[in-house]
């Protein structure tokens, strides 16, 4: 019995605190990265941005929680009832199962697996099918050309991502994300791959459908998106996902390009700083720039979307992954 | 008995999401059932230790192939009534396609009874400490070189063919030509026209 408690039991309590521990942060992520996306959006604007509910508004996220779970979720009378539940459970379901694999910091990952930067993108495919199935289920003509539009879009900049991946992988030499972090000790992504960086940073913005990309929530021109017929707590988990999904692309651009839980001097009054902290502060930034893009930039068009994911980034990275191979082979430095 | 247990329930949804496929009356049923037999596939084959594999066929056929058998039955029109017709219609065609993978599978089980050497399937267990990517990408790009191009070039011919086949050149579509938008200045997008009121006005 002893043995079996040891062996079995021991390690999956283990999991299951870990994994509670890491949804924990990222709810919080969530929790206060709302509150910072509009203090930020406002700031820009000369408004105030949340300021009445507790101190300096820091419960807005709060109160907004409560009000979308105490709603009724109405469901439409001829929506296929399972897919409409189902479609934002999986959204929000993907969104969050992909942080098994992060690593806060040195050591600090639930799930240390060989291939995890796969792991992450095959996870993240996923998330296409929430939106698509929840704008099929909706029976409704504006969410299912919602759903097709989101679809399109995400499918369409997960391509770029893909290579832009690739041109980091082929830097490293390896698929896990402690030894991409750990390739960066000389010198972060970002210098050697800056364009690449960019890419990224736009298709990250496509994929978790950010402004200037947010044509999901463009209800004044296009009726909004997949969630138009989804209320109460269920779009809560839409939003959950959604956000979720762009912290995920925050901590990859700081896995990828910015060196991870690294110092950026490996001298004496910033490796006192524990990893974890600077992990959270670069992620902070890429969130930072986040809201910036989406207090500055204006919408874009759906054609002109399409346009900038095939015409423009696509060639870029893949012109990227046969220019960084061959410089890599060129020179023989490829690891 | 944990990896056994974790076989033994991947395995049993990959059966029985299967058989979903077939019997459930909704087509869009079907294929979220199809989806989730491949994701219990990909898991199977993380328990064999192919980790790389298994995100593959997440990647590949869960991300992409499926996505694209969803959007299409998702923008059919069905019409349930009929499904019994058409069911009958495709009986045979299903059950001989079955049938013939049903024996291959089971010719490739017994290969080692039934053929000499040269024609066998071997299976190679390679013993290092190289991941399974690194022994993947070694095996592709040397001793398998030549049929992962073929491979590739295949994808490639039938990818500009659908290309081909669906690209249309409308004249009424109106395009933006971003270049022209940019190069566009005062004197080109100005003209000042001179209009002689009084001829105008003596006409009505």
């Known amino acids: ?335 | 008995m944990f990896p056994a247990l974790l076989f033994y329930i991947f395995s049993l949804s990959i059966i029985a999401s299967a058989l979903m496929v077939i019997f459930s009356k909704q087509p869009i049923n079907s294929v979220l059932f199809l989806i989730f037999s491949f994701i219990n596939a990909s898991g199977l084959f993380l328990l064999a230790g192919a980790e790389f594999l298994a995100l593959i066929i997440v990647i590949v056929y869960v991300g992409a192939v499926a996505v694209l058998f969803l959007f299409v039955i998702m923008m059919l029109d069905f019409n349930p009534d009929n499904i019994k017709e058409e069911t009958k219609k495709y009986l045979p065609i299903g059950l001989m396609v079955g049938g013939v993978l049903f024996f291959e599978i089971i010719l490739m089980m017994y290969s080692p009874e039934l053929f000499s050497k040269d024609f066998q399937i071997i299976g190679r267990i390679v013993e290092t400490d190289l991941t399974n990517t690194e022994i993947l990408g070694n095996l592709i790009y040397t001793e398998y070189f030549l049929q992962f191009q073929m491979a590739g070039f295949i994808l490639l011919v039938a990818m500009i063919g659908a290309i081909v086949l669906t690209l249309r050149h409308r004249d009424y579509v109106r395009r933006q030509v971003i270049s022209d938008q940019i190069s566009r200045d005062s004197s080109t997008s100005i003209e000042l026209i001179d209009i002689n009121l009084k001829t105008r006005e003596s006409k009505k």
């Open chain 1, 1 to 335: 019995m002893m043995i079996f408690f040891m062996s079995y039991i021991l390690p999956l309590l283990i999991i299951f605190l870990q994994s509670a521990l890491v949804l924990l942060a990222v709810l919080l992520m969530a929790y206060f990265g709302i509150y910072a996306d509009r203090k930020i959006w406002a700031a820009v604007q000369l408004r105030r941005g949340p300021n009445v509910v507790g101190p300096f508004g820091l419960l807005q996220s709060a109160a907004d929680l409560l009000k979308l779970l105490f709603k009724e979720i109405i469901i439409p009378e001829k929506a296929n009832k399972m897919i409409f539940i189902l479609g934002p459970i999986v959204t929000c379901f993907v969104a969050l199962s992909s942080w098994a694999v992060i690593p806060f910091a040195d050591g600090w990952v639930v799930a240390d697996i060989n291939v995890g930067i796969l792991y992450i993108f095959a996870v993240s495919s996923l998330g296409v099918y929430g939106i698509i199935m929840g704008g099929w289920a909706s029976n409704s003509k504006y969410p299912f050309m919602g759903a097709m539009r989101s679809a399109a879009q995400m499918v369409s900049y997960e391509v770029s991502i893909g290579f832009v991946i690739i041109t980091v992988l082929l830097c490293v030499g390896s698929l896990n994300l402690s030894e991409i972090v750990n390739a960066q000790k000389n010198i972060w992504f970002i210098f050697p791959l800056f364009p690449m960086f960019i890419v990224f940073f736009v298709s990250a913005l496509a994929e978790t459908n950010r402004p200037p990309f947010d044509l999901p929530e463009a209800e004044a021109e296009l009726v909004a998106g997949y969630q138009t017929e989804y209320s109460s707590s269920l779009f809560m988990l839409y939003f959950l996902g959604e956000l979720a999904a762009t912290f995920l692309m925050c901590a990859m651009i700081t896995i990828l390009f910015l060196g991870g839980w690294l110092p950026p001097f490996n001298i004496f009054p910033f490796i006192l700083v524990p990893g974890i902290v600077w992990f959270f502060l670069k992620m902070a930034f890429i969130f930072y720039l986040f809201s910036m893009v989406k207090a500055l930039v204006p919408r874009y068009r759906y054609d002109q979307l399409m346009r900038l994911g095939w015409k423009v980034f696509l060639p870029i990275s893949l012109a990227c992954v046969v220019l960084t191979s061959s410089f890599l082979l060129f020179f023989n430095i490829a690891p």
